[in-house]
């Protein structure tokens, strides 16, 4: 029988991890929620997901629109075997209660504090700690993409330190309100940011600090690495360790790949939904050591790559797979990684 998976949240994240997770031979999402009617809320029903709202006083809206909901929050909860709460941020928290209530699993995102599920997740670092867990952050896109190279290369060389330079994305693409900005942000002005220690709610020894910029554009955010290995390994055997690991795509400028545009580009004639870069983008002629230490620059786009996490997390949790590669494995071919 497949596990029975909830959205709670149906947006820039939520809508896709229920694509990635109806996809899946193990899981089958059992429904979504949404506040109102919408678009989004229209397509969810089109691909065959049962529709949950928030609140009963919510139906007649959706009613009003043509769309047929099934019941509240309340009513799916007692449906499924997990929750994705892919709310937006800190509203997640206000659902803890909830969830308890239902004796529900609950899977949060990036944008809540690590002491709300008190573990936070990476697929490669430490799934094994997340088998059987009721509750579990799948850390932010930002985080994803730094903790996938920075465990990469602290089991193959030890990282005496890492120091990072976020160019952060100003909003999503169908952000109409907050962005794009024609402005060079320091966010937070206050040094350092708080990806570094968010890197430390999964790998607590790595001595990472970070800084932040946002910039005036919404495809993806782009990374500047300094990191001193305990070994010095060559510009070669760096990029054969990112070419084995399993969510790091390595780019060329040869290839005409030079900025996140054409990264995204990539994905698009790729054929991947909705353009979605699941890995990280790092650039292989990027990748220099100089005076003992390594450089290099990647890409993140941030509506996607949490998004396996999400899958390899539900699996877990619900100990559908014991083991973390497996679950990797099967993940990637399902999406096509
Ligand atoms: P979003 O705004 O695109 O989607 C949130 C959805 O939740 C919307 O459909 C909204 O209608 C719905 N919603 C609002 N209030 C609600 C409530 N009280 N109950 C139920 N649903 C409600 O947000 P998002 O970008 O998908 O972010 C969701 C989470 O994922 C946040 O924690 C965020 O920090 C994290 N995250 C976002 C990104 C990103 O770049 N977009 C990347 C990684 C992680």
């Known amino acids: 029988m497949k596990a029975k998976v909830a959205i709670n949240g149906y947006g820039t994240i939520g809508k896709?991890?229920?694509?990635?997770?109806?996809?899946?031979?193990?899981?089958?999402?059992?429904?979504?929620?949404?506040?109102?009617?919408?678009?989004?809320?229209?397509?969810?029903?089109?691909?065959?997901?049962?529709l949950y709202t928030t609140a009963r006083e919510n139906i007649e809206q959706f009613k009003k629109s043509d769309i047929k909901v099934s019941g509240t929050l309340d009513d799916l909860l007692d449906k499924a075997d997990i929750v994705i709460d892919a709310t937006p941020g800190d509203i997640g928290a206000e659902y803890k209660e909830l969830y308890n209530k239902h004796g529900i699993k609950a899977i949060w995102q990036g944008g809540e504090e690590h002491e709300l599920a008190g573990f936070s997740f990476n697929s490669e670092a430490n799934y094994k700690e997340a088998i059987g867990r009721d509750f579990a952050r799948v850390v932010s896109c930002n985080t994803t993409g730094l903790v996938r190279v920075l465990y990469a290369l602290d089991t193959a060389y030890g990282i005496r330190k890492a120091r990072v330079t976020l160019m952060r994305r100003a909003a999503d693409p169908n952000d109409i309100k907050t962005g794009p900005i024609n402005a060079l942000v320091p966010d937070p002005i206050k040094l350092p940011s708080h990806h570094g220690p968010d890197v430390n709610s999964i790998l607590p020894h790595v001595d990472v600090t970070t800084m932040a910029v946002k910039t005036s554009t919404t495809l993806?955010?782009?990374?500047?690495?300094?990191?001193?290995?305990?070994?010095?390994?060559?510009?070669?055997?760096?990029?054969?360790?990112?070419?084995?690991?399993?969510?790091?795509?390595?780019?060329?400028?040869?290839?005409?790949?030079?900025?996140?545009?054409?990264?995204?580009?990539?994905?698009?004639?790729?054929?991947?939904?909705?353009?979605?870069?699941?890995?990280?983008?790092?650039?292989?002629?990027?990748?220099?050591?100089?005076?003992?230490?390594?450089?290099?620059?990647?890409?993140?786009?941030?509506?996607?790559?949490?998004?396996?996490?999400?899958?390899?997390?539900?699996?877990?949790?619900?100990?559908?797979?014991?083991?973390?590669?497996?679950?990797?494995?099967?993940?990637?071919?399902?999406?096509?990684?």
């Open 220 to 337: 993806m955010h782009l990374h500047a690495l300094n990191i001193e290995l305990k070994d010095t390994p060559g510009e070669d055997a760096i990029i054969n360790l990112f070419k084995e690991r399993p969510r790091i795509r390595l780019v060329s400028s040869s290839d005409r790949i030079k900025s996140t545009a054409e990264a995204m580009e990539f994905a698009k004639d790729m054929g991947r939904p909705r353009g979605d870069v699941w890995e990280n983008v790092v650039w292989k002629d990027s990748i220099s050591i100089s005076k003992g230490e390594l450089y290099f620059f990647q890409a993140i786009h941030q509506e996607a790559d949490v998004v396996p996490e999400n899958v390899d997390a539900i699996r877990a949790m619900l100990e559908l797979e014991r083991d973390g590669a497996r679950s990797i494995a099967k993940t990637n071919k399902i999406l096509g990684i």
């Open 16 to 50: 896709r991890v229920a694509d990635a997770v109806a996809a899946q031979d193990d899981m089958e999402i059992t429904g979504v929620v949404k506040t109102r009617p919408s678009f989004e809320a229209r397509i969810a029903q089109e691909k065959g997901y049962d």
